[in-house]
C-alpha cells in the first residue's frame, strides 16, 4: 500500500520493519480506542440509571409499570450496541462516497416526517411511527449532514472558499428548514453549530465566519421583525433571562428545574428519593430534556460534577480522534461529532441551570429516547472507526 | 480503500494549521464546561440552601383543621353560645391581587349574592384577618349561590365556597358583654401578654375572644388545632399525609350567670329606662348586677345598650358597623360594645354613704351609737379661698342628732360631711396625719381598683387621694391644684360625689361585703371548665374557687348598724326606697339597700340613679346594683328596677311594669 512510504522514516528498532506497515498488517480492532467505549458505556448507564429514577415513582403513582421507561431505554442501549459495532466494521471512507445517498436519505426522512406519516404529539410532528419504535429523523439528520458536509469539505482539501461556504450553507440550510416546519427549533440551532464546528476545521477562513455571523446577525433581525418566531418560541428562548415563576408561563419549568438542582446540594437527595422536586413531578420532561436536573436534586454537585466529566472526557477523545485521524475526512467527521455533542450538552445543561434558551434539545446518552441514543451511538461507532483505521 | 479521501491531513503544509483548528474547537468545549462548572457549583453549593427552602415551600404544605372552640353555658348547663356551621363565599388575596381584577370578581359576587360590594369589600380589606388564608367576605349564603359559584368557577378566579364554624347565640343579645365575641387576633393582640406563652402558641388568623369571657377564657376555650404535614405534587395532588398534632376540641365553660335571672334583669333594666324615659329623663345607658355575695360569683349582668354578638360573629357589615359604633360619634356614652357594669365609672351618690360610714367605725370617729346633726347645711372653715364654706343636705329640713341607722334611711348628707370633716381632720393630707385612713379603707371595700372580673377590661375608678391629686395636676396650672389637698374634698366625697369614681360591679362588691359580714369577695363569672362525653353528660375539668380579696375591719355590731339603716331605706317611714318596693312582699323575701343620686353636673339637674341592694336581709344570697344614667334619683329610677330583679329572683308574681318611686333624696 501506498502508506509505507509516508511513513518510511519511523522503523521498528526490533522489526526493522517500518511501524506503517506491522500497524496495516494488523486487523483494526487491534487499534480500538478502549477508552472511548468505556465512557460511551458508563455515560449510558448512567443515563439508563437516571431514567429510571427519574420515571419510576410518578408510573407507579399513576398504576404505571416503573420499570416501563427502563426497560425500553435498555432496549435502545442494545440496538444502539448493534449499531455501533456495524458502524464501526465498515470502513468510515466507504461513508464518504455514499454521502450523496445519505444527505439525500436524511432530507427524504425529514420530507417524510411532514406528511401525513409523521405522528403529531404535543403540537409537533417530530416521529415516524415504525410499529415497536417512533423513529425522530431529525435525531439521524445530525449525524447524516455531519457525513455530507464532511465529505464535500473533504474533498476541498482544507481549501474553503466563499463558493464552498455557500453550498455548505445550502446543504445544511435544506434539512434545518425542514426542521424548522416541524417546528422544532432547538435541533435546528444545532445545524447552525455543526456547520461551525465543521468549516472551521474544514478550512474556513475567518472572513467567512465574519460574513456568516453578519449574515447570522442580519437574519435574526429580519426573523423578530418579520414576526417569523411565534410568541411561544420567542418566550422560551427569552424566559431564561427572567424567568417568572407562574404555573401559567414558560418560565415555571427553568424555575422548577434551578430549584431542583439547586436543592441537590453537595451530596444530592439520593436515587429515586422520595418527595424530591423530580418525584413530586414538579419539573416537566425530567426523563427527556430535563434529567439533568434530575441528576443534580438526587446526586448532588457530585453527580452532576461527575456527569460533566465523563462527558468532558469523552470530547477530549473526540478530539483526539480528530487529530489522530489518517485523513481529512476522518477529521472533518470527528471534529463535527464534537460539534454536536459539545453544543446538546451546553445548550441542554445550560438550559436546567437557567443559563442557556429553553429548547428541546436531549442530553446525549442521558436522556430517554431511542433515536437521539442510536444517532449517538452511531456517532462513537464513526468516532471508533476513525480511530482503528488510523493506521490503514 | 483508496480514494479521494484518502489523503493524510498532515500530507499538506497544513498540519499545524490543521491542529490548530482543532485546538480552537477544544478551546471553545473547555470554555462552554467552564461555564456549566461554575453555574453548578453557584446552584448546588453557594445558593443551594436557598433552593432547598424553595423546594420545601413547593412540596410541604401545613394544613390546620380548626378545633371546635368550647361552648359557653350558664350555672344549669344552659347554652349560651355554641358553635355553627355557615356556607361561606371566601376570596383567597394571593390569587386576586391585582385590583382591577379584585374589582371585577367583588362586581360579580355582589350581583350573585345580593351583597353590596361595599361590605364584600371592608371584609376583603379588612387588615385584621391574615393574607395568607381566604377571606370569609359573606356568610350564610344559599346553596344555590354557592353551587353556582363552583360551576362558573372561571368567572370568580379566587373565590370558594366554604363550611366555616361561627359562633352562634340562641339567646341573641342576653349577657352579649359578659360573653364577649370572637375575631381574628389582631398583630396589636398578638403581642399582648394575654395571648403570649400559651400551647400551642397564638399565630396571625387565629380566632380569639375578643371581648368578655370569650377572650379572659380563651386559652380554654379554644382548643387545638389538628396540623396535618402534607406533601403535594406539581398538581398539588396529596401524596403523603402525617398528622402532627391530633385535633383537641376547646373546653366548655359553665358561668355563674343564671340565664333566668339574666333575661329578667336585661328586662327589668330596659323597662325602667323606658320608665325613666317616659318622664322625661334622658336615661340613655344603664346597668345591673347580680351578685352572690357569699362567693362573688356574678349571677346576672345586664347593660345597656347592648348588641346581638352574633352579628360581630360573622363579621361586621357597614351598616351594624355604624349601629354598634356610636349613633353619636363624639359620645363614648353611646358605645353598644360598653360594658357598663364594670366599664364605666360615676360618682356613686349616696351609696357611698355606706362606706363613710364603715370608715368611721373602722377609724374609731365614730361609735356605732355615735349622733351627729342633721342639719339643713353645714358651714366649715375657708377652703383656699376667703371664706367659710357651705355644704347643704339635699333638704333643708332639720332633724335634729340623728344615729347611723337613720343617717341612712334618711340619707341625711350632713351627718356624712360631718363624719369626713372629722376623718379629714383626724387623717387627711391637709388637716390631719396624712395617713388618709379614710381613703384606704374604701379601697379596702373594692373601689378605685378593678374587682379581678374575669372579662377583658374593667375600669378602676377613683378614690380621690393626695396622690391622686398631685398625679391629676401633673402638669396643669391651676389655682385649685396649687392650692392641694382641701379639706373639702374628704366632705364632698363622704357622700359619694366629686371625683370619686365607681363601676356598679364595684358597688355590688362593696354592698357584698356589708351582707356577708365583712368579707370582700373577687368577682367572677368563670364556675366550671368541662369537657363533654360521649354520653352527652360532661366531665369537669376545673372549678374555679371562691375567693375572698380581704376582710373588712369592722365589728359584727357595726356592720348590724349598717345593715340596720339600709333595711330602713326600704322600710323605714323615711326610707328614700319605700315607695319603689311598695307593694313587694318585703316579710316573706326582706330587701336591705340603698339609693343614690349622683350630680353630674352642679348647673342642670343632670343626675345619675343609683340602688345597690340585697336580699334576703337575714342570709343574703343576692346583692343587685342598679345605675341608670341621666334618670333623676335612685330612689326614683333604680331602686324600681331593681325591685324587678328581686321579682325575678323570688317568683314574685307581678304582671306591672317598672314604675318609677318617689324620692327626693340627695
Known sequence: MAMEGIFGEAVDRIGGEPISARMARRAPIRHLDPTLLVVTLLLSIYGVVMVQSATASNQSAAGLDPNAFFSRQAMFLLVGAIVLIGVSFVDYRFFAGFASVVYGATVGALILVLTPLGTLRSGATRWIDLGPMEVQPSEFAKVGVIVALAAYLALRKGDVRARDVAACVVLVAIPSGLIYVQPDLGSMMVFVALLGALLLSGGAKIRHFLFLGLCGFVGIVVVLQMGLLKDYQLQRLTSFLDPDPDVRSVGYNLTQSKIAIGSGGMRGKGLGGENTQTSLDYVPEQHTDFIFTA????????????????????????????????????????????GLWAFQIFVNVGMTMGIMPITGIPLPFISYGGSSLITNYIAVGLLLNIHMRRFL | MVSNY????????????MKLRIGVLGILVIVAFVALFSRLWFLQVLASEEYEELAQENRVRYVYSEPSRGRILDRHGKVLVRNRFSLSATINKQIVDEPRERRVVLRRLSKVLDVPVRDLRRRLDDVTVSPYKPVAVANDISENDATYLSIHQERFPGVATELLPVRHYPHRDTAAHVLGYVGEISPDELKQDHFKGARPSYGPGDLVGKEGVEYYYDRFLRGKPQIEKVIVNSSSDVVTTEIQQVEDPGLDLVLSLDLGIQKVTEKALLAGLRAARGADYAAPAGAVVVMDPTDGAVIAMASYPDYDPSILADGLTNKEYAFLGARTPDDPDDDALLNRAVQITRPPGSTFKVVTAGAALATGIAETYSRFECAGAAVYPPQGGSGSVTFHNWTSAYRGYIGFPESLEHSCNTFYYELGWRMEDAFGASNGDGSERFQKYARRAGLGHETGLDVRYEADGVVPDLAWLEDYCEGIESAGCDLGWLPGYTVNMSTGQGDMIVTPLQMAVTYGAIANGGHVMRPRLGWELTTPLDDGASASIRTFKRNVVTELPLEDAEIAAIRQGLQAVVTGSQGTAVSAFSGFPLDRFPIAGKTGTAQLDEATDKNDAWFISYGPVGQPRYVVAVLVQEAGHGGTSAAPIARQVWEGIF????????????????
Open chain 1, 295 to 338: 441528576v443534580g436534586e438526587q446526586l448532588g454537585f457530585l453527580g452532576s460534577a461527575t456527569l460533566l466529566a465523563m462527558f468532558v472526557f469523552l470530547l477530549w477523545r473526540a478530539l483526539r480522534i480528530a487529530v489522530m485521524s489518517r485523513d481529512l475526512f476522518g477529521t472533518l467527521l470527528a471534529s463535527g461529532i464534537v
Open chain 2, 6 to 17: 484518502g489523503q493524510p491531513p498532515h500530507a499538506s503544509a497544513g498540519i499545524d494549521r
Open chain 2, 651 to 666: 317568683g314574685v308574681d307581678n304582671k306591672t311594669d317598672v314604675r318609677l318611686g318617689v324620692d327626693a333624696s340627695g
